[in-house]
DNA sequence: ATAGGGTTAG
């Protein structure tokens, strides 16, 4: 008796003592949790229970300690009085896994199972549902699939409990098959069986199965619970169903789980969803107790539908309530809404806050900030960020490539997704539809088939967005059959996939097609959208189809309802430009219904250049200049304009502001691929093995259309000799090209080249020439249309 | 004496 008052003494005391260390929140939904090596000190005296007590009575004290260390979630604790204990009694493991599991010890929970199961302990129908949740949080199938055998082997596989856990497991790993096999296979199921079915469909995302599965209940005469209904509502969520949210709504009010905090909480979230930000708000304001996840869920369902001033005044109100405070997954809710506000600081200062709560390493919300800071174009912090995550899961790599590609880092986006797939993560649809812009971008056709190939595959092409991608990828790279032809076997285009192969035809300077194209799409009953338009338009003026072009403008407002955007009015405005009535032109801008940006200028400064008018395209340029828009080219072209009417000077001071602003030229290049490989020039390049006889070969292009290479122009003075002789056009990257693809690719086929800059005019006109002379259709696509040459003639009509 | 299904997240 007094060894008794002894025990109760020190379990009072030790709980006491250790209350800071345990953990006193529920006990259940842990992130995963690793046990630290041994830092229970000896302080405990357990020796004394020993002395004159049975075994059996001493099992029996030991064993109720540790369900008390369990229920407090002091596993430390429990691990060390269980070391002591006599481990022939199933129960006493059984307590002892289900702590580890309901503290989020999941692997822990697996090993002592196993090592249950090598002591010749039999497991019994309480450890396999524990064990089985374990391997689900863990998201093991293999672990889990192990276990299932296990409970098959010893015919435990009908007990309700455990089917019900196996079940949720599948659930949890995504292996919707082997939970509905389970389920079918169940002689008797009760409500948490259907509710797991039901929640199983919820969890892997497919709301209708998940709905269906509630009608099937009701029609073998189950009814409902409020899990039943977190999963509805969890449906409803995933299909945007906002009728039938309404109807559950109606439901919950009727029922006794009404003021439910969780069932409210997910009411909002059902809401916020559905994209009704009122009614959620209407709900968040009479609940009766809100817990953190509430005001995640409201915080959440502000970002989500755009309001991000309403999240940011949502986390200020929850902090002035002072009963809960943010958690991460606040943080992860608040974040999106610093990009749509463009909000560095507030960014940065969630950032730190997260680092001070110590909530960092967090895989999620690291997710989070590299996603953030990429759209807030800060590169250089979502890179830091996701350099520094000690766990990358393909969502990571996916936000990080998206953010290279968003940024226009084409190039080092392509070169993470290798570091990816070197990583051995196997890419998804998401992966996918980041990256193709950038294979577009790049418009390499080698590496655009191989990316091809690999959704083919991986039979991604069921998607849309990705096969719409992959069309516009094949346009840029320079192959608009294969554009087409993958635009015909889509059976269910959508008004992107027209605007798509619209364009297509659009930056190959086939305006004729793109107008073709446009009704064909309204033949099929495709509403046109204001993208549309923008193909529309932008193949009229790059084709000089000045008339239709006008046309469609109007087209657009009057019989669509559609407003022009900023690259609407450049279309027409490229358009004005072609024709030369500058002032026109100047006049159109004046009169648009939205202020002119660096897009509009440059296609004024590109009808300057074009007629020859240095004071408008001075007045263009300055403007682009004082935008903070990347404008490299627009320096360029001004200093080239100065260079043709000899004012030195105004190059030197070009020069001068570029280097001011760190800005180098960019090189330019033109790539050629021949037997899928990409063979590069550079202006007066002489690197290449077969460089004398492209030499050569120029040498007598140039004499067939009049050029001579080692003559220079007389109309200069000789200093200006010298330096028009530095870049002079004869040995420009593109003739190079042109060169050698003629001495390269089989007769009769196009040649294609790929140039980084916009062609010179100089070279436009020696390659139409080449065309003409040589019989061979070249096609040239430059930094932003393809130039199609073929006898004596260019598909831009000269103006681009 | 120990069982199963639940709300917010990139």
């Given at each position: 008796m007094a060894m008794l008052s002894a025990l109760t003494f020190f379990s009072n005391y030790t709980i006491q003592q250790n209350i800071s260390l345990v953990n006193t929140k529920a006990t259940k939904n842990h992130e995963p949790r690793t046990l630290p090596k041994s830092s229970r000190t000896d302080k405990y005296n357990r020796q004394s229970i020993d002395v004159n007590v049975s075994d059996a009575r001493k099992n029996h004290l030991l064993t109720e300690s540790l369900i008390s260390y369990v229920n407090y979630g002091d596993m430390d604790n429990a691990l060390y009085l269980f070391e002591g204990m006599s481990k022939?009694?199933?129960?006493?493991?059984?307590?002892?896994?289900?702590?580890?599991?309901?503290?989020?010890?999941?692997?822990?929970?697996?090993?002592?199972?196993?090592?249950?199961?090598?002591?010749?302990?039999?497991?019994?129908?309480?450890?396999?549902?524990?064990?089985?949740?374990?391997?689900?949080?863990?998201?093991d199938l293999r672990e889990g699939e192990k276990v299932h055998a296990k409970v098959y082997k010893v015919g435990l596989d009908f007990d309700v409990y455990i089917c019900n856990a196996l079940i949720c497991m599948y659930a949890k790993v995504g292996d919707i098959e082997c939970a509905e096999r389970v389920f079918s296979k169940m002689q008797r199921r009760d409500l948490v069986s259907w509710n797991s079915m039901i929640s199983a469909y919820a969890i892997i995302g497919d709301g209708w199965s998940s709905l269906l599965c509630i009608k099937k209940m009701q029609s073998v005469g189950i009814g409902h619970d409020k899990f039943t209904v977190l999963s509805s509502l969890k449906a409803c969520s995933l299909l945007c169903s906002l009728i039938i949210g309404k109807e559950i709504h109606g439901q919950v009010i009727?029922?006794?789980?009404?003021?439910?905090?969780?069932?409210?909480?997910?009411?909002?979230?059902?809401?916020?969803?559905?994209?009704?930000?009122?009614?959620?708000?209407?709900?968040?304001?009479?609940?009766?107790?809100?817990?953190?996840?509430?005001?995640?869920?409201?915080?959440?369902?502000?970002?989500?539908?755009?309001?991000?001033?309403?999240?940011?005044?949502?986390?200020?109100?929850?902090?002035?309530?002072?009963?809960?405070h943010p958690d991460k997954?606040?943080?992860?809710?608040?974040?999106?809404?610093?990009?749509?506000?463009?909000?560095?600081?507030?960014?940065?200062?969630?950032?730190?806050?997260?680092?001070?709560?110590?909530?960092?390493?967090?895989?999620?919300?690291?997710?989070?900030?590299?996603?953030?800071?990429?759209?807030?174009?800060?590169?250089?912090?979502?890179?830091?960020?996701?350099?520094?995550?000690?766990?990358?899961?393909?969502?990571?790599?996916?936000?990080?490539?998206?953010?290279?590609?968003?940024?226009?880092?084409?190039?080092?986006?392509?070169?993470?997704?290798?570091?990816?797939?070197?990583?051995?993560?196997?890419?998804?649809?998401?992966?996918?539809?980041?990256?193709?812009?950038?294979?577009?971008?790049?418009?390499?056709?080698?590496?655009?088939?191989?990316?091809?190939?690999?959704?083919?595959?991986?039979?991604?092409s069921a998607n849309n967005f990705i096969t719409n991608s992959i069309i516009y990828m094949y346009a840029r790279c320079g192959d608009l059959l294969i554009a087409q032809q993958i635009f015909d076997r889509m059976y269910n285009k959508d008004v992107i996939s027209w605007n798509t192969i619209i364009m297509a035809y659009g930056i190959h300077g086939f305006g004729k097609e793109s107008l073709k194209l446009f009704c064909r799409m309204r033949e099929n009953d495709i509403e046109p959208n204001a993208s549309t338009f923008i193909s529309v338009l932008s193949s009229c003026s790059i084709a000089g189809l000045d008339e239709e072009g006008w046309k469609y403008f109007h087209l657009m407002k009057w019989e669509y309802g559609i407003d022009p955007q900023i690259e609407h009015y450049g279309s027409?405005?490229?358009?004005?430009?072609?024709?030369?009535?500058?002032?026109?032109?100047?006049?159109?801008?004046?009169?648009?219904?939205?202020?002119?940006?660096?897009?509009?200028?440059g296609s004024l400064l590109s009808a300057s250049r074009q007629h020859g008018n240095i004071e408008l395209a001075e007045v263009a340029a300055n403007h682009i200049l004082s935008s903070a828009h990347d404008n490299t080219g627009c320096y360029i072209l001004l200093s080239n304009m100065y260079a043709k009417a000899g004012r030195w000077e105004d190059v030197e001071r070009i020069k001068g502001l570029m280097s001011e602003k760190g800005l180098a030229k960019t090189t330019g290049c033109s790539d050629i691929e021949i037997n899928y490989k990409t063979i590069r020039f550079v202006n007066h390049d002489r690197s290449h093995l077969k460089t004398d006889k492209i030499y050569d070969v120029l040498a007598i292009l140039l004499r067939w259309i009049g050029e001579e290479l080692f003559v220079g122009l007389s109309k200069f003075n000789p200093v200006d000799l010298v330096r028009t002789r530095l870049n002079s056009p004869k040995c420009h990257s593109i003739r190079l090209a042109i060169s050698y693809g003629l001495i390269s690719v089989s007769v009769g086929k196009p040649i294609v080249i790929k140039k980084n800059v916009r062609i010179c005019s100089d070279c436009h006109d020696a390659a139409k020439k080449i065309s003409d002379i040589t019989n061979r259709e070249i096609v040239v696509g430059d930094s932003k249309i393809y130039h199609h040459f073929k006898d004596g003639k260019c598909s831009c009509k000269d103006y681009w």
């Open positions: 022939s009694d199933t129960f006493v493991w059984n307590v002892l896994i289900r702590g580890l599991t309901d503290n989020g010890f999941f692997r822990e929970a697996v090993d002592l199972y196993y090592r249950m199961c090598f002591s010749g302990v039999r497991a019994d129908k309480f450890t396999f549902p524990f064990v089985i949740k374990a391997c689900g949080e863990l998201c009727k029922s006794t789980f009404r003021s439910d905090v969780v069932v409210q909480t997910s009411l909002i979230d059902m809401y916020g969803k559905c994209g009704q930000v009122q009614y959620a708000q209407n709900l968040f304001n009479w609940i009766p107790q809100m817990s953190v996840i509430t005001w995640n869920a409201m915080i959440g369902c502000y970002a989500l539908n755009l309001h991000p001033l309403e999240s940011f005044t949502c986390i200020r109100n929850m902090q002035a309530s002072g009963l809960v997954i606040t943080l992860i809710n608040l974040l999106p809404s610093c990009a749509q506000v463009g909000a560095l600081i507030p960014a940065k200062s969630i950032h730190g806050f997260a680092v001070r709560r110590e909530f960092l390493p967090h895989l999620v919300l690291e997710t989070t900030l590299v996603d953030m800071y990429g759209k807030l174009q800060e590169l250089r912090l979502a890179k830091q960020v996701f350099d520094q995550m000690n766990m990358k899961n393909l969502i990571s790599w996916n936000a990080i490539i998206a953010a290279y590609v968003q940024n226009g880092q084409s190039r080092q986006a392509l070169k993470l997704f290798s570091d990816l797939i070197n990583n051995h993560c196997v890419p998804d649809a998401s992966t996918i539809s980041s990256i193709l812009p950038a294979y577009s971008d790049i418009a390499s056709l080698r590496e655009g088939k191989q990316i091809h190939g690999y959704n083919i595959k991986k039979e991604f027409m405005l490229d358009l004005l430009g072609r024709k030369g009535d500058l002032e026109k032109a100047k006049k159109f801008i004046d009169e648009m219904s939205l202020p002119p940006t660096a897009r509009i200028w």
